[in-house]
């Protein structure tokens, strides 16, 4: 990972539209899953959810403007992890944290390729839906140690889902917002939705662990999986509407990255974010005490 100060510019559009790609397929796998919950129907995953473009008049170009949105997210985490420009530095947690974002840019350029198959026609082109978590469990499987990797991989998982809640809570994600009235306005829903998010990514963490211990990839599953899931809890519909709005509100939490967020290494002095506002508040706060 490179110390070099001088990142390109060029990768902040390619960070918007990468996160605005992603909020396109949030907001239709989260509007879908909440009519699944309104009407009885079937919650669906991503690969489902995005064929489902292709019946829609431009739902074709839709699918290639997301596939080249998610390339442009992953070349965004990868440029981001090479040149640090989030600051993060060299220590052991930066590290680690840098590294989580090369592995974020590689699951994200899978995603791209998936949905550009899909695109192409391919009934295989999945993005992240039961086939595709199924198949790379299957394939761990044949490696040596493969169910110990692939319950690995589901506890690493369910750490990331817990942290996208954490990040939501303790509301981290304000350290790189910009500070603006619909940022301000909007920022309910960018907790509700990294809080859903962290519960979505939770329990697909947990069917790789139980794929791992039963030796069966079968058990594995990505978004669909764990909408089914919910619903089959008591008051399951219920439990779904309310995950599928998560889901919306997560998707809004795409487009105003895609505005809003600022790159410390690349941004001016005199940036001001959600983060420095609460600061303000806080010391304002100790002061009249």
Known sequence: MSDNREAPHWVIPLMRIGYAARGVTYLIIGALAFLAAWTGGQAEGTREALSNLKQYPMGLIALWVIAIGMFAYAIWRFICAWYDLENRGTDAKAVIARLGQTVTGLIHLGIGASVARLAMGSSSGGSG????????????????????????????????????????????????????????????LVKA??????????????????????TDPGQAGGIGKAFQAVRSQPYGM???????LGTIAFAIYCFVEA????????AGPDMKTLASQAKGKARQAAASV
């Open 129 to 188: 839906g039961e086939s595709g978590a199924q198949s790379a469990a299957s394939w761990l499987m044949t490696l040596p140690y493969g169910t110990y990797i692939v319950m690995a991989a589901g506890v690493i998982t369910i750490g990331a889902g817990i942290y996208y809640g954490y990040k939501g809570i303790a509301e981290k994600y304000k350290d790189h917002l910009m500070r603006t009235e619909w940022s301000e306005k909007l920022d309910p």
């Open 238 to 244: 219920v439990l779904l509407g309310a995950l599928g």
């Open 259 to 266: 505005i809003y967020r600022v790159v410390p290494q690349l």
């Open 193 to 214: 939705g990294l809080v859903a998010h962290g519960i979505i990514i939770v329990l697909i963490g947990v069917f790789l662990v139980y794929a791992g211990i039963n």
